[in-house]
């Protein structure tokens, strides 16, 4: 539909951006974080001065959902901070991927992880790394079904609260099979 639009946020964005991640990732990880762990985790991570100046960052880059005037969605494309993601050298990590719930299941979702995708791949990463929580059950088949395979399970550690995700990664540009070359003039 017209009113949307998948563009590349901006300092602005700001606030917009830290209250979709606070509330994003309080509503997925209630279960996993003891309540004043959680309040504490996006005070200090997505506070609207954490996202402005991770915004100004050159390793990475966000992406929005702008309905009309409104942001109604984000994610972060980054350098890795999961402990398998960061021996590969041209792996990027996705993170702070929400929607507001009144714009999901529209396939915006898919279209911001192609973007993502796209763009990653222009900027010569092969690998795209993320962290989804354990219960995170729909995320996980959304991700699946775009290609995602697990890679192993990690622990997030904040204070008291430990929550354990699934690691999963998707290859860019996937190997050619060996069938798929043909030598010019050979014919078997
Ligand atoms: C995951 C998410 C970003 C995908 O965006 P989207 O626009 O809903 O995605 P699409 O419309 O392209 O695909 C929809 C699929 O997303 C998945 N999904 C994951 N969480 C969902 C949720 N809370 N509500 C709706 N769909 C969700 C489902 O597999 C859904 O398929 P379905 O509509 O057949 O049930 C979005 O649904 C969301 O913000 N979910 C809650 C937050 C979250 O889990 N983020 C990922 C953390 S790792």
């Known amino acids: 539909m017209d009113q949307y639009e998948i563009r590349y946020a901006m300092a602005p964005d700001a606030g917009a951006i830290a209250a979709l991640c606070s509330s994003g990732f309080a509503n ?11 309040a504490a985790f996006c005070q200090q ?36 901070t999961l402990a398998l993601a960061k021996p590969d050298l041209s792996g990027i990590e996705l993170a702070r991927f929400y929607l507001d719930a009144a714009h999901r299941s529209g396939g915006w979702g898919s279209g911001m992880l192609k973007m ?21 059950i729909r995320a996980q088949e959304f991700y699946y079904r775009h290609g995602y395979t697990k890679m192993g399970e990690e622990q997030l550690v904040f204070r008291q609260s430990h929550p354990t995700g699934l690691v ?16 010019p003039g050979k014919t078997e």
């Not at 100046?53 to 350098?79: H, P």
């Not at 998707?170 to 069938?179: D, F």
């Open 28 to 38: 997925v990880h209630q279960s996993g974080f003891l309540p004043e762990d959680l």
């Open 45 to 80: 991570q997505y506070s609207v001065a954490a996202i402005q100046a991770d915004l100004e960052k050159a390793d990475r880059f966000y992406l929005e959902l702008v309905y009309g005037s409104e942001v109604v969605g984000c994610l972060r494309m980054g350098t890795p």
């Open 116 to 136: 993502a995708e796209a763009e990653s791949s222009k900027r010569g990463f092969g690998q795209v790394w993320l962290h989804v929580y354990l219960p995170n």
């Open 168 to 183: 999963l990664r998707k290859r860019l540009v996937e190997a050619v099979p060996a069938s798929d070359y043909s030598v």
